[in-house]
């Protein structure tokens, strides 16, 4: 499930071209402070000023340090020789008439400004599709391990480039390939040394069946049962081994009665149901032997455990169906209700049990799972064990 912080957390891309507009940014800043104190700071040079009245006499003559005013122009303070002082202004000088047209750009140091912002937003721009460039193959690489983590080991990722994100999906499609290929030759040897364990089971059964002298009914019994036991035990693997596959094809999907499928079950093992009066029925989409299946295990795994009652309850939870399956059993332990579902795991000491090869409950989860749901353990408020079927209903 994707997190909050995951939805609004910025793309790398966009983290990187931020960073590069930052930096930018702060360098047009800084630089034009510096222009800007460096203007203000900079003096102009002494210039000697001559003050003549109408007679054209000198009446006052000094080298001034000229102060400049903005907006005004430059001013000279000029002492004259009665020891008064006057102020001289020479206003800012007049566009010349080609720029009496011009907006852009100003003249001083808002120009110089002006010049550095067309300088960073060209950097901007420039920078956006090279960095785009760069982290759309992070991101496809991305996408495709986290569809791989999902599952979906046949996904692979592109190879374009020659730089390090390149190497890195190649490595990804090299690695990737070898775990599937590892997991098809397992899969396929645990499919072939179950199918191949059907052959000697049936020359043991015929074998029983036509041995002399007769056995014992006890000896009978316990091989026969241990015959049962492993015919399960094939039987599960095989099952667990198509599931995990998941091109395989294990059936038609189409709705399936969940109410009558839980009520057959339900007679079967002689359990009681529970199902609301206003839903009569409960409409799931799968394949039903499947469902059959993860019904069947789940009844038969409280029927073992339980001493009292085994009760079974189908309700509508919104655009899900959800069964209950609640023995009195001696219950789970919550730090265990994950691992029982984990191919062959038994509690402490159920290994003693009869019955039971430690693959239903993991094959209830693979099921679920294969019909869009979960399967998960709880407690029973009445003491005991509740498992948890959630199926996604038929849409109408």
Not at 229 to 256: W, Y
Not at 288 to 305: G, I, M, P, S
Not at 350 to 376: C, D, F, K
């Amino acid at each position: 499930m994707t997190s909050w912080n995951t939805r609004w957390r910025f793309p790398l891309y966009l983290r990187i071209w931020l960073a590069v507009i930052v930096a930018v940014g702060v360098l047009t800043v800084a630089f034009g402070w510096l222009m800007r104190q460096s203007w203000e700071q900079q003096q102009p040079p002494p210039r000697e000023v001559v003050i003549r009245n109408e007679r054209d006499d000198v009446i006052g003559q000094a080298m001034v340090q000229p102060n400049r005013v903005r907006g005004q122009g430059v001013e000279f303070d000029v002492p004259l020789n009665d020891g008064r002082t006057i102020t001289v202004q020479l206003p800012p000088r007049p566009r010349p008439a080609a720029d009496a047209g011009r907006w852009w750009p100003p003249r001083g140091p808002s120009g110089f400004l002006w010049m550095l912002g067309v300088v960073a937003l060209a950097v901007a721009l420039g920078a956006y599709p090279v960095v785009r460039r760069l982290t759309v193959r992070l991101e496809d690489l991305r996408r495709g391990v986290e569809r791989w983590g999902e599952g979906d080991l046949s996904v692979r990722v592109s190879e374009q480039g020659r730089d390090e994100v390149a190497f890195l999906a190649r490595r990804f499609n090299h690695a990737a390939q070898r775990v599937e290929n590892l997991l098809k030759a397992n899969k396929s040897l645990l499919a072939n040394a179950s199918h191949e364990l059907r052959s000697p089971l049936a020359r043991i059964r015929m074998g029983l069946e036509l041995m002399d002298p007769e056995p014992s009914p006890r000896t009978r019994d316990e091989i026969t049962r241990n015959i049962a036991e492993l015919d399960q035990l094939v039987d599960e693997i095989l099952l667990a081994s198509r599931l995990d596959a998941r091109e395989s094809d294990l059936g038609t999907v189409e709705p399936v009665d969940l109410t009558g499928l839980a009520a057959e079950e339900s007679a079967r093992a002689g359990a009681d149901l529970e199902a609301e009066a206003s839903q009569h029925t409960l409409v799931v989409e799968g394949v039903a032997k499947l469902l059959r299946r993860a019904l069947r295990n789940l009844l038969e795994n409280a029927r073992r455990y339980s001493s009292g009652p085994v009760t079974v309850s189908i309700v509508r939870r919104g655009a899900h169906a959800v069964v209950r399956v609640c023995d009195q059993g001696p219950g789970v332990p919550s730090a265990e209700r994950e691992r029982i579902f984990e191919p062959f795991y038994r509690l402490r000491g159920a290994s003693e049990r009869e019955g039971g090869v430690g693959l239903g409950l993991a094959l209830v989860r693979s099921i679920a799972q294969r019909h869009h749901g979960t399967a998960h353990c709880e407690d029973n408020p009445g003491g005991g064990a509740c498992f948890v079927l959630t199926l996604p209903c038929h849409q109408t």
